[in-house]
């Protein structure tokens, strides 16, 4: 017996566990390098690929099977991209117009918090008009002037620091210099893990889950008229 015979006997076995970890590399790859992010559209092709060289032919198995698949995907990237985001460092530098800013969140992640954002820059103009925004989704925002901001200069660089409690909530940054100068930036996360995963499995099914899914059955269907036609074997 050959190895396709093999997984072909196994099929039920082999199609969903290969399809699974193909989708898992992709995911993966794509939190290191975003551009790649776009091969999540050839996970359908490769779920039919796979269903039809190994001999996974009628139209309900390969149906419930691929939602079978879609689903432990969805859960397994949720975690595993609800898990690098919740710990990353909260730190995004720039280079605008050769303007150099830093914007730090300590902590980036966490319930209840006393977050600190530190911004640096080595801006050479007034700051003075600058200001700091923090907000979440249209439930909160904050405005902070370059008055309102600690603020320090030494060597040419001026560090700023405010420090604040927040309502629980995902939150961006933004530190802009008028002159059309903004840094944005992702946090601080003030939710727990189980929260955040739960935010990322809905975001997942909603942007990129359901639309390959929706790929997948229109792959399907049109394999199945056509074998009805007798022009392949579905």
């Known amino acids: 017996m050959n190895i396709r015979e093999f997984l072909k006997r196994y099929n039920r076995i082999f199609v969903p566990l290969i399809a699974i ?46 939602i079978v698949i879609l689903l432990v995907v969805l859960l397994i990237a949720g975690g595993m991209y609800s898990t690098y985001f919740y710990d ?28 600190n954002f530190t911004v640096t820059t080595d801006y050479t103009g007034s700051l003075n008009s600058s200001y700091l925004y923090i907000y979440s989704g249209g439930t909160y925002s904050q405005n902070i002037s370059y008055s309102k901001l600690n603020h320090t200069k030494h060597d040419g660089i001026t560090t700023m620091y405010y420090d604040t409690k927040l309502p629980s909530g995902l939150y961006d940054t933004n530190y802009t210099i008028p002159g059309n100068i903004t840094i944005s930036t992702v946090g601080p996360v003030n939710v727990g893990r189980l929260t955040f995963y739960e935010v990322y499995v809905f ?10 899914g929706i790929l997948y059955v229109i792959g399907i269907v049109v394999a199945y008229f056509i074998n009805k036609k007798g022009i392949i074997r579905s």
């Open 21 to 66: 970890l193909y989708a898992l590399l992709i995911f993966t790859v794509s939190i290191y390098y975003a551009y790649l992010f776009i091969l999540i559209f050839t996970i359908p092709v490769v779920m039919f690929l796979l269903m039809h060289f190994l001999g996974m032919y009628k139209f309900k198995p390969r149906l419930f099977g691929g």
């Open 88 to 115: 990353l460092s909260g730190k995004e530098s720039k280079d605008i117009n050769g303007t150099s800013i830093t914007v730090d969140i300590s902590p980036f992640s966490g319930v209840d918090k006393n977050y």
């Open 203 to 212: 975001a997942l099914a909603d942007e990129y889950i359901a639309s390959i």
